[in-house]
């Protein structure tokens, strides 16, 4: 028995697993785009994205100038929009987790990348802009990152935000944003935003997808300051792509694949994502005012690890640390350590 049993550590120790995830995950996003053809879905895109292609600037509830980026969807047969959508969003989610380091397959096997390909989310879009503003290696190319990501400024503007904070080239980076801005006061008129902005509070249909968003958002709100945290560019990011769900009253549940694609590298995150459904027999599809259990643990996880490793951070040295400083005996302990490290002066004459 101990012997089949060292074979097997053996055996498990050589599964190449990254390799396997790999495999894994593009499998997953053959069978999902295969299945498209056969279920009823992509209500989203076939109701809102689509006539917003066509011309109606109004449908989509995204700014005007998401036009120049869905227009050719109006090109493709309206019964191949959804699975040629998802081939697309499947796609682009597998070739971003390669800059990202995320788990492709336990991303597409999370419930909102679920949520996102159901519904035919443009979501895509924003994961390559943010993707772009993160790691672009020139002021023009995250610029073109952050005009992507703001087609859903509802989710995007907050973190987008924190990524200004600690951009070294502002002016540079803002270039082709404000272009792309003014080019579109010309093409769609010089109150479209104001139109737009009006429209949106005023027509957006209550979806069951935003119930997490309506409970949790006056928290995320008081929380915003604490992304400001995290002295790492990388980690302020991801912070900020966690509060920006939390903060905003209208983020839908599918929207948490944003910062999952940044976030997601341990196996517990998969199942937290379906956590929501212990509470399904009860409240049916309301459960899901519950999915916000996942961002706020994803959170917490992450101000722990920050904490652990400094522990000077807001100055919770005392609350994490195991070792006493206060009294004669911690001053002592100091002192010992310093003369430990310390050139003793005899050293010297002993060599002569």
Sequence with gaps: MPGNFTNFKEYFSKINFKKLSWIIAIEIAI???TATFFLQGGDDIYRYYLPFAKGCLDCGFTPYYSYWLLWPLQFIPTNLVWPVWT???L??????????GTNPALLLLSFPIFGQVWLGQIDILVCLGLTLALLGKNPLTRGVGFTLAMIKPQYAAIAVLFLLTRERHLIKTLIVPAFVFMLSL??????WPIEWIRHSVTNLPPHVWRLA???IWPVG?????LPFLFKDRRERFEAGTIISVLASPVVGVYSYGIFLLFTLRKWWVLP?????????PFLSESALRFAWILPVV??????????KTDLQTAGLRGLFSREKTGGQSGQLSKISTTLAKKPSAEAPSKMR
């Design 272 to 280: 937290l994502s379906y956590a929501w459904l212990l509470a399904y």
């Design 298 to 307: 994803l959170l917490l996880k992450m101000f722990y690890d920050q904490y």
């Design 221 to 225: 709100v008081l929380l915003l300051w």
């Design 213 to 215: 968003a309506k409970d």
């Design 91 to 100: 796609a682009g989610l597998l070739l971003l987790c390669r800059y990202t």
């Design 186 to 191: 010309v093409v769609f008129g010089f109150n």
């Design 87 to 89: 081939a697309v969003t």
């Design 31 to 33: 069978v999902m785009t």
